[in-house]
Protein backbone atom coordinates (compact mmCIF):
# COMPACT_ATOMS: atom_id res chain seq x y z
CA UNK A 1 0.00 0.00 0.00
CA UNK A 2 0.85 3.74 -0.51
CA UNK A 3 0.00 6.88 1.79
CA UNK A 4 -0.37 10.12 0.34
CA UNK A 5 -0.22 13.38 2.39
CA UNK A 6 -0.85 16.41 -0.14
CA UNK A 7 -0.58 20.07 1.34
CA UNK A 8 -0.21 23.80 -0.33
CA UNK A 9 -3.92 24.46 -1.07
CA UNK A 10 -5.52 27.29 -0.54
CA UNK A 11 -7.07 30.94 -2.20
CA UNK A 12 -5.51 33.32 -4.19
CA UNK A 13 -6.32 35.68 -6.74
CA UNK A 14 -6.55 35.00 -10.27
CA UNK A 15 -3.13 35.36 -11.82
CA UNK A 16 -1.52 34.28 -8.59
CA UNK A 17 0.17 31.08 -7.70
CA UNK A 18 -0.04 27.85 -5.51
CA UNK A 19 2.13 25.08 -5.53
CA UNK A 20 0.63 21.96 -4.32
CA UNK A 21 2.82 18.95 -2.87
CA UNK A 22 2.11 15.10 -2.12
CA UNK A 23 4.78 13.07 0.07
CA UNK A 24 4.62 9.61 -0.68
CA UNK A 25 5.02 6.45 2.25
CA UNK A 26 4.88 2.51 2.08
CA UNK A 27 5.74 1.13 -0.94
CA UNK A 28 6.83 3.52 -2.66
CA UNK A 29 9.10 1.18 -4.85
CA UNK A 30 6.09 -0.37 -6.38
CA UNK A 31 5.44 3.22 -7.50
CA UNK A 32 5.31 3.56 -11.56
CA UNK A 33 3.98 7.13 -12.24
CA UNK A 34 1.86 9.87 -10.17
CA UNK A 35 -0.29 12.71 -10.94
CA UNK A 36 -2.36 15.26 -10.01
CA UNK A 37 -5.97 15.18 -10.52
CA UNK A 38 -9.10 17.47 -10.05
CA UNK A 39 -13.10 17.78 -9.26
CA UNK A 40 -14.50 21.43 -9.72
CA UNK A 41 -17.96 21.78 -8.68
CA UNK A 42 -20.43 20.14 -10.71
CA UNK A 43 -17.69 18.41 -12.58
CA UNK A 44 -15.85 15.08 -12.62
CA UNK A 45 -12.59 14.23 -12.09
CA UNK A 46 -10.15 14.85 -14.54
CA UNK A 47 -6.51 14.17 -14.64
CA UNK A 48 -4.56 17.42 -14.85
CA UNK A 49 -0.90 16.80 -14.80
CA UNK A 50 1.24 13.30 -14.32
CA UNK A 51 4.89 11.99 -14.29
CA UNK A 52 6.28 8.62 -15.03
CA UNK A 53 9.46 7.23 -13.30
CA UNK A 54 10.82 7.45 -16.85
CA UNK A 55 10.13 10.71 -16.97
CA UNK A 56 6.91 10.98 -19.35
CA UNK A 57 4.87 13.91 -18.32
CA UNK A 58 1.65 15.00 -19.57
CA UNK A 59 -0.72 17.92 -19.01
CA UNK A 60 -4.40 18.43 -20.13
CA UNK A 61 -4.68 21.34 -22.34
CA UNK A 62 -5.88 23.88 -20.21
CA UNK A 63 -3.15 23.91 -17.95
CA UNK A 64 -0.27 23.90 -20.56
CA UNK A 65 2.64 26.54 -19.82
CA UNK A 66 0.90 27.39 -16.88
CA UNK A 67 1.27 24.35 -14.47
CA UNK A 68 4.51 21.99 -14.25
CA UNK A 69 4.49 18.77 -12.43
CA UNK A 70 7.48 17.66 -10.77
CA UNK A 71 9.12 14.59 -9.40
CA UNK A 72 11.97 14.27 -6.12
CA UNK A 73 12.79 10.28 -5.92
CA UNK A 74 14.64 11.51 -2.82
CA UNK A 75 11.82 12.33 -0.55
CA UNK A 76 9.41 10.59 -2.72
CA UNK A 77 6.93 13.60 -3.82
CA UNK A 78 5.53 14.99 -6.92
CA UNK A 79 4.83 18.50 -6.60
CA UNK A 80 2.49 20.94 -9.16
CA UNK A 81 3.74 24.23 -9.30
CA UNK A 82 0.76 26.37 -10.52
CA UNK A 83 1.19 29.57 -12.17
CA UNK A 84 -0.93 32.25 -13.63
CA UNK A 85 -4.24 30.68 -11.61
CA UNK A 86 -7.62 31.94 -13.54
CA UNK A 87 -10.81 30.87 -11.78
CA UNK A 88 -11.74 28.08 -13.59
CA UNK A 89 -8.75 26.13 -12.05
CA UNK A 90 -10.80 26.06 -8.51
CA UNK A 91 -11.02 22.30 -7.61
CA UNK A 92 -10.43 20.00 -5.19
CA UNK A 93 -6.67 18.73 -6.24
CA UNK A 94 -5.92 15.06 -5.82
CA UNK A 95 -2.94 13.03 -5.89
CA UNK A 96 -2.63 9.51 -7.05
CA UNK A 97 0.26 7.27 -7.24
CA UNK A 98 -0.36 4.61 -10.17
CA UNK A 99 1.92 1.31 -9.48
CA UNK A 100 3.53 -1.08 -11.13
CA UNK A 101 0.58 -3.88 -10.75
CA UNK A 102 -2.04 -1.19 -12.25
CA UNK A 103 -3.09 -0.40 -8.17
CA UNK A 104 -4.17 2.74 -7.63
CA UNK A 105 -3.94 5.28 -4.54
CA UNK A 106 -5.50 9.06 -4.08
CA UNK A 107 -4.62 11.56 -1.60
CA UNK A 108 -7.48 13.07 0.89
CA UNK A 109 -7.41 16.22 -1.37
CA UNK A 110 -6.43 19.65 -0.97
CA UNK A 111 -8.81 22.66 -2.06
CA UNK A 112 -7.60 25.42 -4.35
CA UNK A 113 -10.22 28.44 -4.63
CA UNK A 114 -9.27 31.21 -7.24
CA UNK A 115 -11.10 34.11 -6.57
CA UNK A 116 -10.96 37.57 -5.99
Known amino acids: QVQLVESGGGLVQPGGSLRLSCAAS????????MGWYRRAPGKKRELVAS???????YYTDSVKGRFTISRDNADNTVSLQMNSLKPEDTAVYYC??????????WGQGTQVTVSS
Open 96 to 105: KALLNGGNGY
Open 26 to 33: GSIFSINA
Open 51 to 57: KTNSGDT
